[in-house]
């Protein structure tokens, strides 16, 4: 059964950073592309970045480009989704998935900036 768990989101003031986590479950971690998604209040859910298998890959979207940087650890299970320069239209909730099976998803981390 795939499981993904997201962690680390938080109240922070704009300019602030967060690491968020996911650690998945379930399946053959290694041979997945993983990506960072979120959704917004009244909103539908975002792409953000996706990262290939080995890590060397990366793409993000428009919005989060030059603030956030995906990364992975093979060794862990894990994705890592490093936040800087927060602002408050980054207020959303956070989830990891696979871009090639978007059937189940994890609860998300909820990530507030405000001041």
């Known amino acids: 059964q795939v499981q993904l768990v997201e962690s680390g989101g938080d109240l922070v003031q704009p300019g602030a950073s967060l690491r968020l986590s996911c650690a998945a479950s379930?399946?053959?971690?290694?041979?997945?592309?993983m990506a960072w998604y979120r959704q917004a209040p009244g909103k539908g859910r975002e792409w953000l970045a996706t990262?290939?298998?080995?890590?060397?890959?990366?793409d993000y979207a428009g919005s989060v480009k030059d603030r956030f940087t995906i990364s992975r650890d093979n060794a862990r299970n894990t994705v890592y989704l490093q936040m800087n320069s927060l602002k408050p239209e980054d207020t959303a909730i956070y989830y990891c998935?696979?871009?090639?099976?978007?059937?189940?998803w994890g609860q998300g981390t909820q990530v507030w900036v405000s001041s």
């Open positions: 998935n696979r871009p090639s099976n978007l059937d189940s």
């Open positions: 379930g399946f053959s971690f290694i041979d997945y592309a």
């Open positions: 990262i290939g298998s080995t890590g060397r890959d990366t």
